[in-house]
């Protein structure tokens, strides 16, 4: 890679020297992903081959990405069977990705883990999970794709420098906003030591809809400014990571937790950056914890007992709007497949 690329030794993820462990039913790259890293590479920027996807039709391609910082909560489970739900109620498959490129917030052995409870509450995936730490060579050629299109730039700012700019031109931040990067780097490092990685925005508002929530947008410019590709410690962001991995498995339906609708509009920018399919989305209703926000572990989330999966399964079927069932599994998954056909079912973007 030439000068203007990743620096050296910042692509350390890639090489699985991270604390994620690899479960007996995960798989890594294969040489289908290594044919996508040649043509991702090559493409060019003048004309993308971008197109959205504006049916959730025959091709239909979901996923449950969930990352193995300790094992399913009631939380991840409602993401889990929505996104299983809407598979499933459109013939399609459903595929299971363990986003474990911040690997020193890994778990050992909670992958393992998270498949056993997904099993054991019979959602099954149609091909083994796959394991982003696995994928540093596909980020990678986006990321040089990126650059070389004059779309990404290297940055020397710590966030200390950037809440100090910020605070020089009196920004206050707003709780739970994001920290807007104000653009120190975007003309050069100023003789700083390069130390991340930025997508330079694009000015203008980024539109879509959201099967549940209807038309949204957001001026990612303005309200995010230019977002992390590759992190000051050398780990994959969490948005160039999902962009990239989302086109390699094919992905047509994106079905999350409402709390991950902020990061479409970033998304959908990269898609269009690197001339990728735009899949459809759907943000579904959250669990929250006691204090009225998202549960977590950080308020009190506890992990899931799949030692009664009734229980749990309707607890998730309560939050996405569906009536409880009695046992076995697999009789109440196929009743709340019906309702969820009625519930979301909408062809539309």
């Known amino acids: 890679m030439s000068a203007a ?45 971008v197109h959205e996807v504006t049916s959730v039709g025959a091709t239909y391609i979901g996923r449950f990405a969930p990352s193995p910082t300790g094992p399913l909560h009631a939380g991840s489970l409602a993401a889990a069977l929505a996104s299983w739900l809407d598979a499933r109620a459109h013939a399609g498959r459903w595929l299971v990705r363990i986003e474990d490129v911040d690997t020193p917030r890994c778990v050992p052995g909670a992958a393992e883990t998270i498949l056993q409870q997904l099993a054991a509450c019979g959602l099954a995936p149609d091909e083994p999970a796959v394991l982003q730490s696995r994928r540093g060579a596909m980020y990678e050629a986006a990321l040089a794709r990126l650059v070389d299109g004059g779309l990404a730039y290297p940055c020397g700012c710590s966030r200390k420098d950037i809440e100090q700019a910020l605070a020089a031109r009196g920004y206050a931040r707003q709780r739970h906003a994001e920290l807007v990067y104000p653009g120190t780097c975007r003309a050069g490092l100023g ?5 991340a990685w930025r997508f330079r925005t694009p000015p203008g508002t980024v539109a879509w809809r959201d099967r ?138």
């Open 5 to 49: 690329g990743p620096p050296q030794g910042a692509n350390a993820p890639s090489g699985g020297t991270g604390r994620s462990v690899m479960p007996r039913n995960v798989h890594s790259v294969g040489p289908s992903s290594a044919r996508f890293a040649v043509q991702l590479r090559a493409r060019t920027l003048r004309e993308p081959a």
């Open 191 to 195: 003789g700083r030591a390069a130390r």
């Open 212 to 349: 549940r929530l209807g038309p949204q947008q957001q001026d990612v410019a303005h309200e995010v400014g230019d977002f992390v590709l590759k992190r000051a410690d050398g780990l994959w962001a969490y948005q160039l990571a999902v962009v990239v991995d989302d086109a390699l498995q094919g992905i047509t339906q994106v079905v999350r937790g409402e709390d991950l609708a902020d990061n479409t509009a970033r998304q959908l920018m990269l898609q269009e950056a690197l001339g990728l399919p735009r899949p459809g989305y759907l943000h579904t209703p959250l669990v929250l914890g006691p204090d009225g926000e998202k549960l977590s572990k950080q308020n009190g989330a506890r992990p899931l007992d799949t030692g009664q999966p009734m229980e749990a399964l309707n607890a998730a079927a309560a939050v996405l709007g569906l009536t409880p069932q009695a046992a076995p599994v697999a009789r109440a998954l196929g009743a709340w497949q019906a309702q969820w056909a009625d519930s979301y079912n909408l062809a539309r973007d």
